[in-house]
């Protein structure tokens, strides 16, 4: 996905987006200076780094993530996404998030990852910045250099998000936790949250070959009754094909996911030689669009 050059106010903009985790208050750079960023400040007295690969450190020290993606695993997710596999998902969704935000609007990428969905969305809306949210610092070193309009910090999803409300014209949210009340809060008035889900269709051929986490039928549910406290549900569509896996690209799709978590690299290397040399799967996505209560 090629960047585009990004306008001399990213930087600036987002800072109207961006909150104090402590007090909620305004961040500042310190001396005033946006070029080169190192740290930023609230009238309080609350800092923050600016790490050397560009994401911004608001998780403070004695905070959990445990579950945060490692360094192995988010190898593992660039290189299977550099591949391509997911790109008719990435397009899908980029063009969703088109027709829902203003061309100069602001995107919150919740569970941001590597900001692969995030790139996405902001090279089809040229003016648009985008912030991506996510525990894993191993992730946001991707995010934060993944288009020149995109910044990255780090933040538990779970946690109430350090944007100011109303302030986000799209919230997106690809396979990550969902915090239905700050998405909520975080909207702008016609703003809208599209949710990516898998189906239980989903890798179904690997999940025969390899002992994987299967998605449960009521996931979907499960989804619905989550947000339906704050956002009613405008549509949903389906976006599936098949893609053809290599040994490698199944070793990096196993090993990037939940399933990693409960499958040794030996047993995946074992696994994975089993297979054909070519095995087609089927990925199996829903694209669901959602407007705040």
């Known amino acids: 996905m090629p960047n ?28 005033g200076s946006l070029s080169p960023l190192r740290s930023l400040r609230c009238a309080e007295g609350h800092a923050f780094d600016v790490a050397r ?29 550099g591949s391509g596999h997911y790109a008719p998902l990435a397009e899908a969704l980029a ?3 088109a027709e829902l935000c203003p ?6 990428d919740a569970g941001a990852g590597t900001g692969y969905y995030l790139a996405a969305a902001l090279d089809a809306l040229p003016e648009a910045v985008g912030l991506g949210l996510d525990a894993s610092k191993f992730a946001l070193r991707r995010a934060a250099r993944a288009h020149s309009r995109a910044r990255a910090a780090t933040w538990d999803v779970w946690k109430p998000l350090p944007v100011r409300g109303g302030s986000a014209d799209v919230v997106i949210n690809v396979f990550a936790p969902r915090n239905g009340p700050e998405f909520q809060r975080v909207l702008r008035s016609g703003g809208a949250l599209v949710v990516v889900t898998p189906t239980p269709r989903h890798l179904a051929e690997l999940q025969r070959h390899l002992d994987m986490l299967s998605v449960d039928a009521a996931k979907e549910d499960r989804l619905h009754r989550t947000l339906s406290g704050h956002f009613l549900r405008d549509r949903t569509e389906l976006r599936e094909y098949t893609v053809i896996l290599t040994a490698r690209d199944v070793a990096s799709l196993v090993a990037m996911g939940p399933s990693a978590h409960h499958l040794g690299p030996e047993e995946v290397r074992r696994s994975v030689a089993l297979l054909d040399t070519s095995l087609p799967v089927t990925a199996s996505f829903l694209v669901s669009v959602y407007r705040p209560r």
């Open 53 to 81: 690969q560009g994401y911004i450190a608001l998780l403070t020290g004695n905070t959990h993530t445990a579950n945060a993606d490692n360094a192995a695993m988010v190898e593992a997710r660039s290189s299977f996404l």
């Open 95 to 97: 063009g969703t998030v």
């Open 4 to 31: 585009t050059p990004a306008p001399p106010d990213v930087w600036r903009r987002l800072l109207d987006v961006l909150t104090c985790p402590l007090c909620a208050g305004r961040l500042e750079p310190p001396d």
């Open 103 to 108: 061309p100069d609007g602001t995107v919150l």
